[in-house]
């Protein structure tokens, strides 16, 4: 798409302000961008997507649906259909399964972050917009061991070519704060 002048003329103080914003928070945090995929995400317990399809996927990503954070379940939250450690944890695994009843402070790690300029709802693109998990997730739900990067990343020119698409707002201040 050719992009008008109007939309080049505003671009610039976006662009400037942004510029501010990065170096107020630091550049090496603003230009890891959307996804953290600089280095491995490990996670403090196995798991396994695929013993879990027959509960959906909002039973432990409690927000997908309803709020703009999908939410990642806290290893308490295993223990309502786990009244045993399941599979086969190694000791430190076994210890933190142990650790976490009762209380929720141990929680499962994302590999998914936009930067704290952009805004992004999941309830918007699930429930509104009927987008599916694999389109900007990839094939997670078929996963028997925690991925450690993720498998697919949207980038902002993603966002823009899928609005464009559908005909929903690409100006700069639909996205960013
Ligand atoms: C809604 C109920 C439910 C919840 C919540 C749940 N599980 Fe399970 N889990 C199951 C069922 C059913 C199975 C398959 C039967 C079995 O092996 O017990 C299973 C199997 C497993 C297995 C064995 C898989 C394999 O490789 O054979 C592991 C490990 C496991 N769950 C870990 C977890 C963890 C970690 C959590 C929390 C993030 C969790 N489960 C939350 C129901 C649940
Ligand atoms: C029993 C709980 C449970 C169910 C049901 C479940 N998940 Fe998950 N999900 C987890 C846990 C635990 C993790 C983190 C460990 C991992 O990646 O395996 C996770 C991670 C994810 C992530 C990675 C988020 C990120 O930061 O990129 C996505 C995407 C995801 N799940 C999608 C799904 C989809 C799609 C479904 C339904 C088909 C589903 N999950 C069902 C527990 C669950
Ligand atoms: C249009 C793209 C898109 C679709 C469709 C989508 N996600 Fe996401 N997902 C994202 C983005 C972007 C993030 C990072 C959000 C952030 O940093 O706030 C994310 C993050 C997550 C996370 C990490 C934890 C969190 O609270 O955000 C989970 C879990 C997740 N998504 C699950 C799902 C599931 C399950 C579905 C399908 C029901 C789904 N997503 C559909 C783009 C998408
Ligand atoms: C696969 C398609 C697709 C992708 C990828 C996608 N979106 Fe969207 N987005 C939509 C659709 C469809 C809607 C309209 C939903 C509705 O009906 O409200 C939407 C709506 C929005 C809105 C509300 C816009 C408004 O003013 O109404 C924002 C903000 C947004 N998306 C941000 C993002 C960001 C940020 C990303 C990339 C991380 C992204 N989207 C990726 C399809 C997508
Ligand atoms: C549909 C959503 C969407 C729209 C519209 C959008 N952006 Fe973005 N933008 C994002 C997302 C998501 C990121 C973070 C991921 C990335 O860097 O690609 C981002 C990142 C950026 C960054 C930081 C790049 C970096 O290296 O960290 C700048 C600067 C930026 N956008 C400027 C703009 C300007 C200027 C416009 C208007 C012409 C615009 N954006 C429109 C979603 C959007």
Same mark, same amino acid.
């Not at 432990?60 to 309803?66: D, I, N, P, Q, Y």
């Not at 290893?75 to 223990?79: G, P, T, W």
């Given at each position: 798409m050719s992009q008008t002048p109007i939309l080049r003329a505003r671009t610039w103080p976006v662009v400037g302000a942004m510029l501010i914003i990065g170096v107020g928070v630091g550049y090496g945090a603003f230009a890891?961008?959307?996804?953290?995929?600089t280095r491995p995400v490990s996670q403090p317990y196995p798991f396994n997507h695929v013993a879990h399809a027959? $509960?959906?996927?909002?039973?432990?990503? +409690? /927000?997908?649906?309803?709020?703009a954070h999908a939410g990642l379940p806290t290893?308490?939250?295993?223990?309502d259909c786990h009244a045993t450690a399941p599979g086969t944890p190694d000791t430190q695994a076994k210890e933190m399964w142990d650790a976490a009843a009762g209380d929720d402070l141990v929680s499962f790690n994302r590999l998914t972050e936009v930067p704290q300029h952009v805004f992004f709802s999941h309830r918007r693109h699930v429930?509104?917009? $009927?987008?599916?998990c694999t389109t900007c +997730? /990839?094939?997670?739900?078929?996963?028997e061991t925690p991925p450690r990067l993720p498998e697919r990343t949207v980038v902002m020119h993603d966002c823009i070519a899928c609005h464009e698409d559908n005909g929903v707002a690409v100006d700069c201040t639909a996205c960013h704060k």
């Open positions: 890891a961008g959307f996804i953290k995929n027959a $509960a959906g996927c909002s039973t432990c990503h +409690h /927000g997908v649906k309803k709020q290893l308490n939250a295993c223990h429930t509104l917009g $009927a987008q599916k +997730h /990839g094939e997670i739900a078929s996963t």
